[in-house]
């Protein structure tokens, strides 16, 4: 078993990804996690070729679920339903957007489901989330609007964060399903807390 | 000690990387440490393994402590699935 000892780990560079580059990554990765499904089976919304809105399901009861609605790791087939083996929980909209990838890690933000934008007043739609250094979700981090901490998140680098090597994005291998398995982690018992507001 | 039929049987592990959610299957003989098997994993997925990797059930629990156990007791304990996911380092929300 080899552990690599090389170049320490460095920030992401936090500049945008030619478009065509950030399209290729984002269409492979993109395949990789779905295996067979459908974005339209799932629900998932392509807004624009570089953005992504995934349902998200926090859950209240102990669970193996994942937030997105499939397990992962598994296969599927166009048209499969997520959420099919899950329990009932409280839904979000997670919206992504891929410029910086795969350079970086994704813009992720949690969105008002109607709006599909976050605003004053929007924070029924985002998870409180506690207990874990992992992932916290804040309304306004420093003024600068809401804030998923989370090194797996681009705004995490965006807002000058303080971070360890072992949290560092990985271009060769890190993709977005480090993002959405991140967040899985975190919207289950005993980090979710309910809404941020009801 | 004569092996058994059963202690000959290969038994089939799962491997997903949550960094990409792509999968390594493959046959072990129950004999193989879970740490081997993990190591195996990485040559399947053509990754390698990092410092801030652990190792944990599907269902999330932490198998750091059973690492040295075989696959056969892995599956007999803990992991009747024998289903495990390489978790990567993400964090930062404690700083």
């Not at chain 1, 997670?94 to 976050?118: C, E, I, M, Q, R």
């Not at chain 2, 195996?40 to 393994?49: F, I, K, P, V």
Request: negative net charge.
């Amino acid at each position: 078993m080899t552990i690599p000892g090389g170049a320490a780990p460095a920030a992401p560079a936090l500049i945008p990804v030619a478009p065509q580059r950030a399209l290729a990554s984002m269409g492979d990765h993109l395949a990789r996690l779905l295996r067979g499904r459908s974005l339209e089976g799932l629900g998932w919304v392509r807004p624009d070729p570089l953005s992504l809105r995934v349902p998200l399901r926090a859950y209240r009861v102990a669970t193996t679920a994942t937030a997105y609605g499939f397990a992962a790791g598994t296969g599927g087939r166009a048209g499969d339903a997520a959420f099919s083996d899950a329990p009932a929980g409280d839904e979000y909209l997670l919206a992504l957007n891929f410029a910086f990838y795969p350079d970086s890690p994704p813009s992720a933000k949690f969105v008002n489901s109607a709006t599909g934008t976050y605003a004053p007043g929007d924070q029924r739609w985002l998870p409180a989330i506690s207990g874990t250094n992992e992932i916290a979700a804040h309304v306004d981090y420093n003024g600068r609007g809401q804030l998923i901490c989370c090194s797996a998140t681009l705004e995490f680098w965006l807002a000058g964060h303080s971070w360890e090597p072992r949290h560092a994005w990985i271009p060769s291998r890190s993709t977005f399903a480090l993002t959405l398995n991140a967040l899985s982690r975190a919207l289950r018992p005993p980090f979710y807390q309910g809404r941020q507001a009801l | 000690m004569t092996d058994t039929l059963e202690d000959r049987a290969l038994l089939e592990v799962h491997f997903t990387d949550l960094h990409t959610n792509d999968t390594a299957t493959f046959s072990v003989p129950g004999e193989v440490e879970l740490v081997r098997a993990w190591a195996m994993a990485y040559d399947e997925l053509g990754e390698t393994r990092r410092p801030a990797d652990t190792l944990e059930s599907a269902g999330g629990e932490d198998m750091t402590p059973f690492l040295g156990e075989t696959v056969r007791e892995v599956q007999r304990r803990h992991v009747r699935d024998l289903r495990f996911q390489i978790r990567g380092g993400t964090g930062g929300a404690g700083r």
